[in-house]
């Protein structure tokens, strides 16, 4: 299934290749202790509590999955050994013999039953699992070390969509809350390294595993820190604090690039940025408004004329030169060229400023309306400044915009509760191909069948549900490809969210390190190895 796939993401980018920092020990690595700087703030080590980046970054350290993710978004055993389909809707996995948990209990088959079982239902997460697991309808433990799981229909993708689910303990989770994890109390995996300290917005702190059933790790500590300002990044890795940051600012990379001591590493990622607007509020739509300040009401994004306005007025190009200085590329849709499902034809529509006005006339809007954007300005390279030039143009085209922007803690909870019209998000796909987003984030929302788990603005459209299901059921790659093409251009046309641009992964390293850029983004001690 899905061959290619380590072949065609490695092709998505002449960058792909990573670049290796040679030279002089790195300060930020001095002894067995790594210290690493990461601009998103890890909100929980609760490893299903939410599905974001910096999560997974902490999440990887303490546990393992079924299947593991390559750094070019290929696919590798982990906790299982090997699988296959016995049948169209059935499972086997292999599970690894001889595998403990922190506390030197035994890891069988029963806690990846339970695991599957929390994963879809922990309380209050802004964004949970539910999407990776939603086709299994049963998880069966044979034996100690013989997972078989059944699927509703066929499910080509389960492999993959396991790569995002951390295997937690039942003896440890069966009782544990959020807040356990978090204070260390439960955060016990079977991974490389164990919980020694999580301080919200500050760091997060592990100490290696010697007893794991893989390579022995070269870090004995590792300080994972929280540093949401950019220059404060790139000043943290010049002085040898850190030795290594992700995202480093696109303003710094010239100097970053000349610097003697520093190599800049980077390849293609998988994460879209876009922007979504909200589908919740059919009357009243919060922060929309006419141009005299009165509530609409309807909402003037349910009408699919105003959306496509919006979209058109937007110079894509212009924000992927000179907002992300070259780090990003247009598009108009979320995967990069070479991934499995993206759509050739799907071409980035072109700025079009009278057209949008012209859209707007058609849908009734000719003097245009006010809107607000929101944005987190400490999650997503350049996220407050993508914000702002959008605004920018949408103003110029006649829509009145102005920007608000906050700290991700603050933002994702309201966000996620639909309390704004118009959200700027990020999304890498968990799978490394297309079905990801449309079963995650386009899919109606339905918290019992785990689709649209990140529909933030609850967009519902029963023939994309249709083509959805059909995708994640279909095991001829060919045919697959085809089907999220096909819901590439029905998104592109309707635009339930407003995809604006594909990032470019980026980190920062001291010389005398290397680290193997990967495409899902995170930063993990255990690629960093000393040259």
Known sequence: MLRRDLTRLALLSPLAAPFLARGAQAQGAAGDTLNIAIGGGITSVDPHFFAASPNHTAAFHLFDRLVNRTANAGIEPGLAESWRAVSDTVWEFKLRPNVTWHDGKPFTADDVVFTYTRARNVPNSPGGFGSYLASIKTAEAVDPLTLRLTTFTAAPVLPRQLTSVHIVSRHVGENATTADYNSGKAAIGTGPYKFVRYVPGDRFEVTRNDNWWGPKQEWRQVVIRHI??????????????????????????????????????????????????????????????????????????????????????????????????????????????????????????AFD?????????????????????????????????????????????????????????????????????????????????????LSGVLATFDKAKGRGASNDGRYSNPELDALTDRVLSTIDDAQREKLIQQGVAMVADDLPIIPLVMLTNAWAVQKGLRYEARADELTLAMGIHRV
């Open 353 to 437: 400023p009278d057209r949008a006005k012209a859209l707007l006339a058609e849908a009734g809007f000719p003097q245009g309306f006010r809107i607000t954007i929101r944005t987190p300005n400490d999650r997503y390279p350049n996220d407050a400044a993508t914000a702002q030039a959008v605004a920018q143009m949408w103003t110029r085209a006649g829509v009145q915009t102005r920007v608000e922007a906050m700290p991700w803690s603050a933002y994702v909870p309201r966000a996620a509760g639909q309390e704004y019209s118009m959200c700027l998000w990020g999304w890498g796909s968990g799978t490394g191909e297309g079905s990801n987003v």
């Open 228 to 349: 949401a300002a950019p220059p404060a990044r790139t000043a943290a890795l010049l002085s040898g604090e850190v030795a290594v940051i992700d995202n480093p600012p696109a303003s710094d990379l010239p100097r970053l690039r000349a610097a003697p001591n520093l190599e800049l590493v980077q390849t293609q990622g998988l994460r879209v940025i876009y922007l979504g607007p909200d589908f919740s509020h059919a009357e009243n739509p919060p922060e929309v408004t006419d141009n005299e300040g009165k509530p609409f009401a309807k909402s003037p994004l349910l009408d699919k004329r105003v959306r496509q306005a919006l979209s058109v007025a937007i110079n894509r190009p212009a924000l992927a030169e000179r907002v992300m200085q070259g780090m990003a590329s247009p598009t108009t849709q979320w995967m990069a060229p070479g991934m499995f499902g993206y759509a050739p034809d799907v071409k980035v529509p």
